[in-house]
T-cell receptor, first 115, second 115 residues
Framework: AQSVTQLGSHVSVSEGALVLLRCNYS??????LFWYVQYPNQGLQLLLK??????LVKGINGFEAEFKKSETSFHLTKPSAHMSDAAEYFC?????????????FGTGTRLAVRP | KAGVTQTPRYLIKTRGQQVTLSCSPI?????VSWYQQTPGQGLQFLFE???????NKGNFPGRFSGRQFSNSRSEMNVSTLELGDSALYLC??????????????FGQGTRLTVV
């Protein structure tokens, strides 16, 4: 079974500081990994994805993530936090089989940005 | 290109009633998935539809059902509502099986409150 663990349900950083949100996955096959962001009362917006190829993936709004197979990790980073980054972030792994396709999400990390 | 459209955005229902939620996927997308989001359980997969067929189902009681129409639009129905069904229901659309490198796009969600 595939699963995702996000370490830290709440992370607080100062504006301009490094953002690091942690995600570890469990998958029996090469995973398809995603980071989504959710603003209050909104749906999920895709930040970035890893499928195959380059292990350092760049996304929108200055975010990037590195796929590390040896550590089964897919941590999300941003060099300099902005107030508008305050939101909830979800890591997800996608399982695709002949009988179906679904995303399994982590429990989410709420990012607060202090002025 | 229009995004994923979910209607209505907000609903208030009474215990015991039933409710139908609607999702229009992105044009050209043939796969629609539904997720339930609650503070206690996080994001949980409900079911996935492709070409009017349910391909995959999560661990929810039979009160939760869905369908997909020939134009890929999908509806989900919850019968005999319980207080615990209060949640944000999210719909995601994607190209479908075979397009494994692509991502799912989410709608804004329907906020269901059961009183």
């Amino acid at each position: 079974a595939q699963s995702v663990t996000q370490l830290g349900s709440h992370v607080s950083v100062s504006e301009g500081a490094l953002v690091l949100l942690r995600c570890n996955y469990s998958s029996s096959v090469p995973p398809y990994l995603f980071w989504y962001v959710q603003y209050p009362n909104q749906g999920l917006q895709l930040l970035l994805k890893y499928t195959t190829g380059a292990t350092l993936v760049k996304g929108i709004n200055g975010f990037e993530a590195e796929f590390k197979k040896s550590e089964t990790s897919f941590h999300l980073t941003k060099p300099s936090a902005h107030m508008s980054d305050a939101a909830e972030y979800f890591c997800a792994v996608r399982k695709v089989t002949s009988s179906g396709d679904k995303l399994t999400f982590g429990t989410g990390t709420r990012l607060a940005v202090r002025p | 290109k229009a995004g994923v459209t979910q209607t209505p955005r907000y609903l208030i229902k009474t215990r015991g009633q039933q409710v139908t939620l609607s999702c229009s996927p992105i044009s050209g997308h043939r796969s629609v998935s539904w997720y339930q989001q609650t503070p206690g359980q996080g994001l949980q997969f409900l079911f996935e539809y492709f070409s009017e067929t349910q391909r995959n189902k999560g661990n929810f009681p039979g009160r939760f059902s869905g369908r997909q129409f020939s134009n890929s639009r999908s509806e989900m129905n919850v019968s005999t509502l319980e207080l615990g069904d209060s949640a944000l229901y999210l719909c995601a659309s994607s190209l479908g099986p075979g397009a494994v490198g692509t991502e799912a796009f989410f709608g804004q969600g329907t906020r269901l409150t059961v009183v």
